[in-house]
């Protein structure tokens, strides 16, 4: 960035990954890779903070975003996290090939970025709790949950952690973010049902963040303040389902665009619920997009 150009509207960090699929082809994602895809083309200046290995499936995805985000900052790993996706009659699996190589967990890490929000997005344990530290906390500061709930044992089918599983450093952390995102199926180690899932992570984390689960085509649950936690979370429904398309990444591009813009402190009910809203008509439009 020069110091003329304006600030980045979101930086996320988090590592790209390879995903092996049953028809025997591959491809680059990971939460970097799907949040860029859906800003880039609504005018967003994203940043990215991501580790890769040398393989061509990783390669392409670096090459990618570097066409979409406005700076990627990639270090470079022996081997690229990489999953297989299976479908069963339950539902989709996961099995962990490899795992990738940390991020880091210095204040360098954000060296060149100027920016109004971050957003943590890890899928294999790859952002240490260092790293969450590292963020300056005038940023609006989001992070999706799913990379420190889930077994990350290489050759294992990966399987949701309960919230005692994070480590204190980690929890301690992310009490003091704004956002905090995960999906139903990352907390099913925990409870089954989105309300009581928003209750323990309201035990889990206090009471400053805004605490949203997502389900899948029901759309998603807000816990905006400790007494909407307990009592009545937030129901926010998908504006129109979007049929015979992947959701993978919906709940990153939610979180993503959740966090985008003016972020008051505290935010209160009506606004986050508003920007819920709006975050999952991009959800929406982004499910159109890849349909086409």
Same mark, same amino acid.
Not at 103 to 132: C, H, K, Q
Not at 248 to 274: H, I, K, T
């Given at each position: ?5 304006? @600030?980045?509207?979101?930086? +996320? ?11 025997? $082809?591959?491809? %680059?994602?990971?939460? =970097? ?22 393989? @061509? /499936? ?35 699996? #996961? ?9 880091? $967990? ?7 970025? /100027?920016?109004?929000? =971050?957003?943590?997005? !890890? ?21 999706? #949950? ?11 089918? *990966? ?10 450093? +980690? *929890? ?6 704004? #956002? ?19 209750? $323990? ?24 303040? %400790? ?11 998908? !504006?129109?389902?979007?049929?015979? *398309?992947?959701? +993978? ?37 982004? #499910? ?5």
């Amino acid at each position: 960035m020069t110091p003329e150009s304006p @600030p980045l509207d979101l930086v +996320v960090v988090g590592g790209l990954t390879i995903d092996r699929f049953p028809d025997g $082809s591959a491809a %680059p994602g990971g939460s =970097v890779l799907h949040i860029a895809r859906a800003a880039a083309p609504r005018g967003l200046r994203i940043g990215i903070v991501t580790s890769a290995g040398p393989e @061509p /499936e990783a390669r392409a995805g670096l090459d990618e975003l570097h066409r979409v985000a406005t700076i990627v900052e990639s270090s470079l790993q022996p081997g690229t996290t990489s999953f297989r996706h299976g479908e069963t009659a339950e539902g989709r699996q #996961l099995w962990l090939g490899l795992r990738g190589g940390s991020l880091g $967990s210095g204040a360098d890490m954000f060296a060149r970025f /100027e920016t109004r929000a =971050v957003l943590y997005a !890890p899928l294999a344990g790859e952002v240490p709790a260092e790293a969450l530290a590292a963020s300056d906390v005038a940023w609006v500061r989001g992070a999706i #949950l799913q990379g420190w709930l889930r077994t990350i044992d290489e050759g294992e089918e *990966v399987r949701p952690l309960p919230l005692a599983a994070l480590s204190r450093a +980690v *929890v301690k952390a992310l009490r003091g973010f704004d #956002l905090l995102v995960a999906s139903r199926e990352d907390l099913l180690a925990e409870r089954a049902e989105p309300p009581q899932q928003l209750r $323990s992570m309201r035990r889990t984390f206090g009471d400053r963040p805004i605490l949203v689960v997502t389900d899948g085509p029901n759309g998603a649950w807000i816990g905006s303040e %400790p007494s909407v936690a307990e009592a009545q979370p937030s129901h926010i429904p998908v !504006p129109r389902r979007v049929e015979d *398309v992947s959701s +993978v990444g919906s709940g990153d591009v939610l979180a993503a665009f959740m966090l985008v813009g003016e972020w008051p402190r505290p935010p209160d009910p009506g606004f986050v619920r508003r920007r819920a809203s709006r975050a999952m008509r991009v959800v929406g439009e982004m #499910l159109e997009e890849r349909r086409a």
